[in-house]
């Protein structure tokens, strides 16, 4: 008999708490589910979905090293998942299935449904907190209720993270071989991505993006090596190289969170917080990270499109696809919210401060629903993960946790000029506007927009701020 491992977000050997608990009943037998139609409803784009096949092909290959086959199965929807795994239990003669957790809605409840049909078919089932540090619910307030203010959660986190939570999960020794062959992955066709909801991915757009946990363990080592040190004081300059860029990484699985918080610890005296190489930042990026898994789980209704401060769902968003389409094309006439925008759309990746400075822009300057621009970012995020696009937009937008308060409104030009104060990254997207002195680039003025046929602005900072500010407060 067999144990089957069914591999999701969490696309690596190395430390993998499933296959390496399975490993150690029995021979292993992976397998993924391919969900196009699902992954589509939920928004995904063909950079993610490119990713996470490329990432499976590595997966697969990964597996082989430790004579592990991968089976591989197309299904649209999770509907499908429990009997289609079921099949591959039976046909394999798997005594137990083993998945590590995930936790946005519909994919916990995809889980109960297969652990259902497992059980029932008196098949075991066992699942493992994999993905984050901690099980949403083991840390609560005081009163017993889930955390809505990150300082407070992560606190906690520090104060409760130990060995169990850190230690490597140990990789399986290479198994005998078995008789059971992997599946031949089909390669992505056009007519696959023209099927999903953003254009396929062109050749310039995949090669930054690697995938799997080779390319990931080298990113993160590149990072430690060059940038860690630094991370503190640059992460929220765009026009440097100053983050980790593993997002797309840590979101597929090609990289656990406990791998990165172990390089933390053995470059930081090891610590987690405060060992004075400047990682303490880092490490609270990665609890950020899972604040927002928490929140998915204890405000289920961030998950049904509803705002976690529920009583802005009666705010007055306007309604204008020409401004949203403005945003979308990066054609705002605000120089860095448009830089950022094309490089989303070039690259599938945005740096996290102008992340903040455009979902703040469509949400209150152009007081558009910050709906739409989540539904956006997740069609051209390589890293496109629900919890963190929408804590991010809902904070953004002063719906959500712990959210930026709705009268502190960023002005684009003040962030432009602090945060890329050369304009080098304004210049690299915005090719029209390099020839400009650096100081105009920040915000060019009328002439020099239509020499260089750059965009008026079409809203002004100071009034858009007003309408925002009014819209928020007839709320109360
Ligand atoms: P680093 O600075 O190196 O940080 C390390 C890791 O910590 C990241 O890889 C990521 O996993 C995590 N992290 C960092 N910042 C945050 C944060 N604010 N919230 C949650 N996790 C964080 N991140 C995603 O992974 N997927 C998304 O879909 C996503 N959408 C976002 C939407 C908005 C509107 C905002 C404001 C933020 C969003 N983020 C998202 C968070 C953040 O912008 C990215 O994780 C970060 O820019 C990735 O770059 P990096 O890997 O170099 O990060």
């Not at 889930?146 to 407070?152: A, E, L």
């Not at 989303?344 to 996290?352: D, E, F, I, R, S």
């Not at 050369?422 to 400009?436: G, K, R, V």
């Amino acid at each position: 008999s067999t144990q089957l491992v069914w591999f999701r977000n969490d696309l690596r050997t190395l430390d993998h708490s499933a296959l390496s608990a399975a490993a150690r009943k029995g021979p292993v037998v992976g397998i993924f589910l391919a969900c196009r139609r699902q992954w589509r409803s939920h928004g995904h784009g063909a950079n993610k979905i490119s990713f996470v096949h490329r990432g499976v092909v590595a997966l697969q290959d990964e597996l082989k090293a430790l004579n592990i086959p991968l089976l591989y199965r197309d299904i649209d929807d999770f509907d499908a998942a429990p009997g289609t795994l079921l099949e591959a239990a039976r046909r394999h003669h798997a005594q137990a299935l083993h998945f590590n957790r995930e936790y946005p809605l519909d994919e916990q409840r995809r889980d109960e449904l297969v652990a259902d049909e497992f059980t029932r078919a008196g098949l075991a089932v066992f699942d493992y907190t994999d993905h984050i540090a901690f099980e949403p619910g083991e840390l609560l307030t005081g009163q017993d209720e889930y955390y809505k203010v990150f300082t407070p959660f992560s606190r906690a986190w520090h104060q409760r993270v130990g060995a169990d939570q850190l230690a490597l999960r140990e990789t399986p020794r290479c198994q005998a071989k078995l008789e059971i062959s992997s599946d031949r992955i089909p390669a992505l066709t056009r007519q696959d991505l023209s099927d999903v909801v953003s254009p396929a991915p062109s050749k310039t757009k995949d090669r930054p993006w690697p995938a799997g946990q080779e390319a990931a363990a080298d990113r993160l080592a590149t990072f430690l090596q060059q940038r860690a040190r630094r991370y503190a004081d640059d992460r929220d300059f765009p026009a440097i190289d100053g983050t980790s860029g593993l997002s797309a990484y840590l979101s597929t699985g090609m990289i656990s969170h406990r791998q990165c918080l172990q390089a933390v610890m053995a470059n930081n005296g090891g610590h987690l917080a405060d060992g004075g190489a400047g990682l303490a930042s880092w490490t609270s990026e990665l609890i950020w990270r899972e604040f927002y898994q928490h929140i998915a789980v204890g405000f289920p209704r961030v998950c049904r499109h509803r705002p976690f401060k529920l009583e802005t769902d009666k705010l007055n968003w306007r309604y204008s696809d020409k401004d949203f389409k403005a945003w979308c094309e990066g054609r705002t006439g605000f120089p860095l919210v448009d830089a950022a925008m094309r490089q989303l759309v070039a690259t599938g990746w945005m740096h996290n401060r102008l992340r903040m400075v455009t979902a703040m822009f469509l949400s209150k300057h152009l007081l558009l629903d910050w709906r739409r621009g989540e539904a956006f970012f997740m069609q051209h995020l390589v890293d496109g993960d629900f919890a963190s696009n929408n804590g991010g937009w809902q904070w953004a937008a002063s719906t959500g946790t712990d959210a930026s308060p709705y009268f502190r409104i960023f002005n684009p030009t003040t962030q432009s000029r602090r945060f890329d104060p050369d304009a080098t990254f304004i210049a690299h997207w915005l090719p029209e506007l390099a020839d400009l002195p650096a100081t105009a680039r920040h915000e060019p003025s009328a002439e020099e927009r239509h020499k260089t046929d750059y965009p008026q602005a079409i809203v002004d900072h100071k009034r858009a701020r007003e309408r925002a500010l009014e819209a928020f407060k007839s709320l109360s």
